[in-house]
C-alpha cells in the first residue's frame, strides 16, 4: 500500500476511536515517525498529507528539516542529551521527552530570543525500567518548577505504553496519562496549559484516542521501515 493509502486507513480508525469516544477527529494530529526511512520517503509523506514529522535521533532530525524545512512542523520524540540542544533547537517546533531539570536549563539558556520552547513533559506511567520520563507521582512537582525557566511552555505530556499483543490492556497507561494531564490543567498555570496528549503508536493508537490522545505517533504502519 502507498502511505497515501496507509493515511486515509489510518485516519479512518482515528474518526472511528473518535466517535466511539464523543470526540472530534480534526482534534487528533498524526505524527509521522520517519526515524527508520530516507529523506525520499519522508518527503514522501508530506506530499501524501503529512502535516507533522516526528524524528528522535539527531543526525536524522537535522537532514530531515533541511530536506523538508517549511513544509512541515518538526517534532523531536526521542530522548535528548542536554549537549546537543543547541543543534535542533531552531529546528524543531516541539520536544516531546522533557524530563529532567539539566535539558530544561539548556532549552532555557539556548531558546532564542522572544521564542518560547514548546514541551511535552514525558512520563513514564507503566514505570518499565527501560522507558525515560517522570514518575507519575513526581510530575506535577517537575511541572510547577519548570516556572523559572520563562523560555519553556509546556503544552501537554507524553508517554509511551509497553507493547502488547492485546493493545486493550494499554488502556490504563493512557487513561492515568489523562487523568493526571487534567490535574495539571486545573493548577491553571501559566506557564504549563498542558492540553495536550502525546500517546498511542502503530500499534495502540486507537485505544489511546479512545482515551484522549491529541497527538498519535505512527512510524510503521503508515511511512514503513525503509
Not at 13 to 32: L, M, N, P, Q, W
Not at 140 to 156: A, H, K, M, T
Amino acid at each position: 500500500m502507498t502511505i497515501a493509502e496507509n493515511l486515509a486507513d489510518i485516519q479512518e480508525t482515528i474518526k472511528t476511536a473518535c466517535d466511539k469516544s464523543g470526540r472530534k477527529h480534526e482534534d487528533v494530529k498524526i505524527v509521522a515517525v520517519t526515524k527508520y526511512v530516507s529523506v525520499d520517503t519522508a518527503k514522501a509523506a508530506v506530499a501524501a498529507g503529512i502535516h507533522h514529522i516526528g524524528e528522535n535521533r539527531l543526525e536524522g532530525a537535522v537532514k530531515k528539516w533541511e530536506a523538508l524545512n517549511g513544509q512541515a512542523t518538526f517534532h523531536f520524540i526521542g530522548t535528548l542529551q542536554s549537549r546537543k540542544v543547541k543543534e535542533i533547537i531552531d529546528k524543531y517546533d516541539y520536544f516531546h521527552s522533557l524530563d529532567r531539570k539539566s535539558l530544561a536549563k539548556e532549552f532555557q539558556k539556548r531558546c532564542p530570543e522572544q521564542k518560547k520552547v514548546r514541551c511535552f513533559v514525558q512520563v513514564n506511567v507503566s514505570g518499565e525500567e527501560s522507558k525515560a520520563g517522570l514518575s507519575p507521582d513526581g510530575t506535577i512537582d517537575f511541572i510547577q518548577s519548570l516556572e523559572q525557566y520563562p523560555s519553556i511552555e509546556v503544552v501537554g505530556l507524553m508517554t509511551m505504553a509497553p507493547y502488547e499483543e492485546d493493545p486493550e490492556a494499554t488502556r490504563p497507561v493512557f487513561r492515568r496519562l489523562r487523568e493526571l494531564r487534567d490535574r495539571v490543567i486545573d493548577l491553571n498555570l501559566k506557564h504549563a496549559p498542558c492540553r495536550e496528549l502525546s500517546m498511542g503508536m502503530s500499534n495502540d493508537f486507537h485505544i489511546a484516542v479512545e482515551e484522549g490522545a491529541t497527538i498519535v505517533r505512527i512510524g510503521s504502519l503508515l511511512v514503513g521501515k525503509s
